[in-house]
C-alpha cells in the first residue's frame, strides 16, 4: 500500500490579489461644498477645511466629499500672512442625501470672519476695503495736490 505525500508535487500557478470591493460600513452622504471665487479674487492657497476634526482637501469651485451620515461639524479658514476668514456650519446628514454648503473668503485679511451657509453667501469685509481704496486714493490726490501745483507755477513762463 502506498501512502502519498501530503505535498504537491507542482506548485499552484500564482494567483495575484484581488481586492475586495470597498464596502462602507455606514450610511453614506454627500457634502456639496462650495469654495466661492478663485486665485483671483481669493488667495493662491485654497481655504482649510476640516469635516468633524479632520482635514480635507478642497480646491475653489464645487467639492464633492463622501462623508459618513449623521452629524457633521465643518470649519472653514483661510492662511496667508495670518489665519482670517473663519467659519463654522453644524449640519446632519442623512443616508443617500447632498447637503449644499457655500464658503466665501473676506475681501482682505483683516476681516476675521468668512461667510458660510447653505445658500450662496455674501463676502464680508466691503466697507472696509472700501474705506481703504478711498483713503490710498485721497491721500494721493492730497500728495498731487501740496506737492506738484506748488512746483508747477515755480516754473518760469
Do not use: E
Request: hydrophobic share 40%; charged share 10%; glycine share 8%.
Amino acid at each position: 500500500m502506498s501512502q502519498q505525500s501530503p505535498y504537491q508535487p507542482y506548485p499552484l500557478p500564482y494567483q495575484p490579489y484581488q481586492p475586495q470591493p470597498y464596502q462602507p460600513q455606514a450610511p453614506m452622504g454627500t457634502l456639496h461644498l462650495t469654495i466661492q471665487g478663485s486665485v483671483f479674487t481669493g488667495t493662491i492657497v485654497p481655504p482649510t477645511v476640516r469635516l468633524n476634526g479632520y482635514k480635507v482637501p478642497v480646491k475653489y469651485g464645487r467639492n464633492d466629499i463622501p462623508v459618513v451620515a449623521g452629524p457633521l461639524h465643518i470649519d472653514v479658514h483661510a492662511q496667508w500672512m495670518r489665519t482670517f476668514g473663519r467659519a463654522s456650519l453644524d449640519c446632519t446628514v442623512h443616508p443617500n442625501q447632498a447637503v449644499p454648503v457655500f464658503y466665501a473668503l473676506p475681501y482682505h485679511q483683516f476681516a476675521s470672519a468668512g461667510s458660510i451657509g447653505h445658500a450662496k453667501v455674501d463676502r464680508n469685509g466691503l466697507g472696509v476695503l472700501l474705506a481703504l481704496i478711498a483713503a490710498f486714493t485721497t491721500a494721493t490726490v492730497l500728495m498731487i495736490l501740496v506737492f506738484l501745483i506748488p512746483a508747477l507755477s515755480a516754473l518760469p513762463r
